[in-house]
């Protein structure tokens, strides 16, 4: 049973363009809710992560938007670049004894110059 | 200060062969994890470790075993590779519980198995 749920599989977005991926979780216990950013060859590694206490959050051109009712968050990527071509993972988490990250199947992101 | 190193970074095995691989940290954390990555699967826990000397299972453990003998060391074994293990292995580890969740991941073991 996959837990987290992400679309699209692959993007191709212009460059200065808004990028959007969404994901969507089941299981209401989650409540961390980070952004992993793999680029080709090298591990994953956290871009940005969001708690269910709050609706949005911003880092630079990275946004987390979240919505609790609906059980889905997203990640907007303003005036994308063609430095942002990578794959990016969305993932969930719970505060409870040795919690695992569960990890959407990934999205890979080109950023056309 | 290395974060997460592995090794080997590329290995190629034969049907029926074992071999290890080696994850190593030097950020003093006590949580470890082994995750393999498949094209359009995303990244699938296959064991990890809370402390040294202990182990757990993930969603994908079978045909896989692992040690943790010192804080800094998960190594992950594969008694008799088979072509559905090829993958990309990706160590991590975190600094433990009740502090941040933040993964820190190696750069990762092309392993193909023929």
């Known amino acids: 049973q996959q837990q987290v749920k992400q679309s699209p599989q692959s993007l191709i977005v212009q460059k200065g363009g808004i990028s959007i991926i969404n994901c969507a979780y089941e299981?209401?216990?989650?409540?961390?809710f980070p952004w992993y950013q793999q680029f080709p060859g090298k591990g994953p590694a956290l871009l940005i992560a969001?708690?269910?206490?709050?609706s949005e959050k911003k880092e630079g051109r990275f946004t987390i938007s979240f919505n609790k009712s609906a059980k889905q968050f997203s990640l907007h990527i303003m005036d994308s670049q063609p430095g942002d071509s990578a794959t990016y993972f969305c993932?969930?988490?719970?505060?409870?004894?040795?919690?695992?990250?569960?990890f959407g199947k990934g999205t890979m992101l080109l950023v056309s110059p | 200060n290395a974060g997460v190193t592995q090794t080997p970074k590329f290995r190629v095995l034969k049907t029926g062969q074992s071999m290890t691989l080696l994850c190593a940290q030097d950020?003093?954390?006590?949580?470890m994890y082994w995750y393999r990555q498949d094209p359009g699967m995303g990244l699938r826990l296959i064991h990890y470790?809370?402390?040294?000397?202990?182990?757990a299972k993930g969603e994908v453990p079978d045909g896989y075993n692992v040690s943790r003998l010192k804080k800094q060391n998960f190594l992950l074994g594969l008694e008799s590779a088979a072509p559905s293990q090829t993958s990309v292995y990706f160590c991590?580890?975190?600094?433990?519980?009740?502090?941040?969740?933040?993964?820190?991941f190696g750069p990762g073991t092309r392993l193909t198995v023929t």
């Open positions: 991590a580890s975190r600094l433990g519980q009740g502090m941040s969740y933040e993964q820190y």
């Open positions: 299981n209401t216990a989650f409540d961390y």
């Open positions: 969001i708690r269910p206490d709050v």
């Open positions: 993932a969930a988490t719970m505060n409870s004894g040795y919690s695992t990250l569960t």
């Open positions: 950020m003093n954390h006590e949580y």
């Open positions: 470790s809370v402390g040294e000397g202990t182990t």
